[in-house]
């Protein structure tokens, strides 16, 4: 997939912001973004992607379609494709030079976009942020603190807050990302890696508009450790470092115990040490096979080479035909 070319009205900033479920918080929303974008005298656009929603956010994301069609583009998804599914989406059609991606919940506040703008005009071709005070819940914040540190030793990449989605790109770093042909990917991490000036910022962060959150504990730890997979082969030559110590001294202690009855005779008083020990092994080549069975079905979704999602709908007004509703 390559990235769309850019015509000379093209607009200067492209914001793609993900829908999953969102009609509670969609009608504080509106009003904020197209202030904040209003007041940075740019030419913008905002790309809504919903992301297969069951409630009444589609008909939402058209009323306000309907209300501001020169700065808006609606892209409906067929079904539930995950968050980055949808961000790549959004990627698909958005034209402009910047391109920020944003949560709909409002944790980020879109007057923030402002700061990534001034550091992408510096020559910064990716501007990561870092939430200030984060109103999350403690096991939520903590989580995330643990799951970076942990991505921090096992990966390359260096993001203080990988979880907050209020980031801005270059229009060669789409591009870069559009041509990635990866089933699965964690689009700040894959930005990083292709960035030649990354920079972060600290933004400011507010507790959750309304509605639920769509990242539980479960969630986070997949999405920790599809990261960590996905990035990094260090899981996989550390488990067979580990491997490697466990059979030297496996095989010290089967010395030890022929040497042991030979000297001491038949004994049963270990025999429960050994089932631990036994217990503990077994459970190390469980997780083995856990940890290398990532992988390969990383593998194998990467080979059936299906879409990462599917498109719907897309409401767009251009200039030679006006608005328009299309299917895809």
Same mark, same amino acid.
């Given at each position: 997939?390559?990235?769309?070319?850019?015509?000379?009205?093209?607009?200067?900033?492209?914001?793609?912001?993900?829908?999953?479920?969102? /009609?509670?918080?969609?009608?504080?929303?509106?009003?904020?973004?197209?202030?904040?974008?209003?007041?940075?005298?740019?030419?913008?656009?905002?790309?809504?992607?919903?992301?297969?929603?069951?409630?009444?956010?589609?008909?939402?994301?058209?009323?306000?379609?309907?209300?501001?069609?020169?700065?808006?583009?609606?892209?409906?998804?067929?079904?539930?494709?995950?968050?980055?599914?949808?961000?790549?989406?959004?990627?698909?059609?958005?034209?402009?030079?910047?391109?920020?991606?944003?949560?709909?919940?409002?944790?980020?506040?879109?007057? /923030?976009?402002?700061?990534?703008?001034?550091?992408?005009?510096?020559?910064?071709?990716?501007?990561?942020?870092?939430?200030?005070?984060?109103?999350?819940?403690?096991?939520?914040?903590?989580?995330?603190?643990?799951?970076?540190?942990?991505?921090?030793?096992?990966?390359?990449?260096?993001?203080?807050?990988?979880?907050?989605?209020?980031?801005?790109?270059?229009? /060669?770093?789409?591009?870069?990302?559009?041509?990635?042909?990866?089933?699965?990917?964690?689009?700040?991490?894959?930005?990083?890696?292709?960035?030649?000036?990354?920079?972060?910022?600290?933004?400011?962060? /507010?507790?959750?508009?309304?509605?639920?959150?769509?990242?539980?504990?479960?969630?986070?730890?997949?999405?920790?450790?599809?990261?960590?997979?996905?990035?990094?082969?260090?899981?996989?030559?550390?488990?067979?470092?580990?491997?490697?110590?466990?059979?030297?001294?496996?095989?010290?202690?089967?010395?030890?115990?022929?040497?042991?009855?030979?000297?001491?005779?038949?004994?049963?008083?270990?025999?429960?040490?050994?089932?631990?020990?036994?217990?503990?092994?077994?459970?190390?080549?469980?997780?083995?096979?856990?940890?290398?069975?990532?992988?390969?079905?990383?593998?194998?979704?990467?080979?059936?080479?299906?879409?990462?999602?599917?498109?719907?709908?897309?409401?767009?007004?251009?200039?030679?035909?006006?608005?328009?509703?299309?299917?895809?």
């Amino acid at each position: 997939m390559t990235g769309l070319s850019q015509p000379a009205e093209s607009p200067d900033v492209s914001v793609v912001i993900p829908v999953y479920n969102e /009609e509670a918080v969609l009608p504080a929303l509106f009003p904020r973004i197209y202030q904040a974008l209003d007041a940075l005298e740019r030419r913008y656009e905002v790309i809504f992607v919903d992301d297969g929603s069951r409630d009444r956010s589609v008909a939402l994301l058209r009323k306000q379609y309907q209300a501001r069609p020169e700065e808006t583009q609606v892209v409906c998804l067929r079904a539930n494709a995950g968050q980055h599914a949808a961000i790549l989406a959004g990627f698909e059609h958005a034209a402009g030079r910047f391109v920020i991606t944003l949560d709909a919940d409002l944790q980020n506040p879109p007057e /923030e976009i402002a700061k990534l703008l001034v550091k992408l005009d510096e020559g910064h071709d990716y501007v990561g942020t870092i939430r200030r005070e984060r109103r999350d819940s403690l096991w939520r914040d903590w989580a995330s603190k643990a799951m970076n540190r942990l991505r921090e030793r096992i990966t390359s990449i260096q993001m203080t807050d990988q979880g907050c989605m209020l980031r801005g790109y270059d229009r /060669e770093i789409i591009d870069a990302i559009l041509n990635s042909e990866e089933a699965n990917t964690f689009i700040p991490a894959l930005a990083y890696l292709y960035s030649g000036n990354p920079v972060e910022v600290v933004v400011e962060h /507010e507790e959750r508009a309304a509605g639920e959150s769509k990242y539980p504990l479960y969630k986070l730890i997949h999405l920790n450790f599809d990261l960590m997979t996905g990035f990094s082969l260090m899981p996989l030559q550390l488990f067979s470092l580990i491997g490697v110590g466990i059979s030297i001294a496996s095989f010290a202690f089967v010395i030890f115990l022929a040497i042991r009855r030979l000297v001491v005779g038949p004994e049963v008083e270990g025999v429960f040490t050994l089932f631990a020990i036994v217990f503990f092994l077994i459970g190390i080549l469980l997780f083995g096979i856990g940890l290398l069975g990532e992988y390969v079905g990383r593998i194998y979704v990467q080979s059936r080479g299906r879409p990462r999602y599917l498109v719907r709908a897309v409401l767009k007004r251009t200039d030679s035909q006006g608005e328009g509703d299309s299917s895809e």
